[in-house]
């Protein structure tokens, strides 16, 4: 609250940013919270690939996620490979097109990525894609792919 020493008794000019400041700091706060759960299914490091095809995330993927350690996770929960083929039965089977995205980490061994993959197959999945981040180009390699 803004006070005048002259005893004009007009409008002042004075800016109260009191309320701005509390919508700002709501809004921090609230993109602090949300901000973690944006990230689906066990964090992993993903590995890197140049040529892959990009398709936007619509957030009903069945995520299976695949740790360094070879742990399976059904989105945030950890998982046996018996258990993760009965879960994704049961999901098929209320859902038999529906879209399952493998995320291996950067440093797992490759015969666990492939162990998610052949429980996908076993119990049918008709779309099963995996996930990768988008490397970088090299200039050299941008130079050779313009020409």
Known sequence: MAFSTHKSKGPQADINVTPLVDIVLVLLIIFMVITPMLQRGAEVK????????SKED????????????GSLY??????TADLLERELN???LAEPFKFILIKGDLKAHYGDVRKAMEVCEKVGAKTVALQTDQAELSQADAKKKEG
């Open 46 to 53: 993903l590995p890197k690939a140049v040529n892959a095809e």
């Open 58 to 69: 619509s957030g009903e993927a069945t995520i299976i996620s695949v740790k360094e350690d």
């Open 74 to 79: 059904l989105g945030n929960d950890l998982i």
């Open 90 to 92: 049961a999901i098929l």
